[in-house]
């Protein structure tokens, strides 16, 4: 059990190294690194690793491994003071921002979304097929867009109507973002659940095609049993 443990937890560890690999390098790599304008990668396929951690070792180990991802993602976006990050923030969006929104931030934007990952693991302990661990990523994904969706409702509605102003008085060309909100007539929660379906659908398509060839070799050669 022992073994089997530290196995375990050195496997994950290789995984989520590999998951801030992929990220890097994407981030570096034209076609990889496309997003949408106020942030959400087309092709976010680190959550390859993330999702295997879940589906090898379960749902604790998945959470975990989402959790520290999550924080290296923060950290990687924000590598400022506290106070350095309100400002920023606050030129952003014309509003204050005080701790408590920068923990909604904190929550929102990465420890649900990255965490939520490690739920690969909840359909496929049931029944081990790759249609399952496409169940689980899926549902994985769509606990991020409910998290994605409030954040922008509550957080960065304002971004938005600053974006669509900038527009209408000529200052800036519309964008796929102003646009979603045209559609959906000025409707906040619309308009983030369409911004953040659009670059979750893609990140979801992109990684089942990923994951479906590798799921084999992957599986069989790191596979324990629990």
Known sequence: MKKVSI?????????????????ILGSAIPILNLSMPFGGKFFGISII???????????????????IYAMYNFSADYIVYLDALRVTLESWTGESWGVDKIALLIVLDY??????????GIFYKRNQTVINMIYGL????????????????VL????IAYAV??????NMAPNIATRIFGIFNGNVFGYSLGYNAIYLATTLLVSIFIMIPVYDRVIKRLKIDQ
Not at 111 to 117: A, L, Q
Not at 156 to 159: D, K, T
């Open 49 to 67: 690793p993330l999702a295997f951690v879940g589906i090898l070792f379960g749902v604790k180990h998945g959470l975990i491994a989402g959790f």
């Open 165 to 170: 102003s900038e527009v209408e008085a000529g």
């Open 138 to 153: 899926g549902f994985a994904v769509f606990i991020r867009l409910i998290s994605a969706t409030l954040s922008g409702v």
């Open 7 to 23: 196995q375990s937890l050195v496997l994950t560890a290789a995984l989520i190294s590999i998951a801030i690999v992929i990220d």
């Open 156 to 159: 960065w509605s304002s971004s």
């Open 111 to 120: 420890v649900i979304p990255f965490t939520s990952i490690g739920f690969t």
